[in-house]
């Protein structure tokens, strides 16, 4: 085996997590910095915690609202359609 390769090992290396909580454990930084723990993590704690990454829950949002602004257009338009046939064939 190759000598001198390997990344330096922290057995004591510091977890700090976005809620504040530290952990102690090993790995190859020293200092790691997690979103998520033990101590808010959904499944753990029965609480629901909404982690948005780049506004996709935002874009969805946006992108359903467009949606439905559109079908009520169309709705709209299809009535028209609807009523305007339906005088043609009155008058005929």
């Known amino acids: 085996m190759k000598q001198d ?4 090992y922290y057995t004591t290396a510091k977890a700090i997590c976005a809620c504040g909580a530290i952990y ?3 790995s190859t930084r020293e200092v790691l910095n997690v979103e998520l723990c033990k101590a808010c993590h959904p499944f ?3 609480k629901q ?3 948005d990454t780049e ?3 935002e874009k969805f949002a946006a992108r359903a609202a ?3 602004e559109t079908a ?3 709705k709209g338009k299809k ?6 046939v339906r005088k043609e064939k009155t008058e005929a």
Not at 5 to 8: A, K, L, N
Not at 79 to 84: N, S, V
């Open 5 to 8: 390769i390997h990344p330096t």
């Open 79 to 84: 009535i028209k359609a609807t009523t305007r």
């Open 66 to 68: 467009k949606k439905a």
């Open 72 to 74: 009520e257009a169309r």
């Open 44 to 46: 753990y704690t029965g």
């Open 24 to 26: 102690e454990t090993g």
């Open 49 to 51: 915690k909404l982690v």
């Open 55 to 57: 506004g996709r829950v």
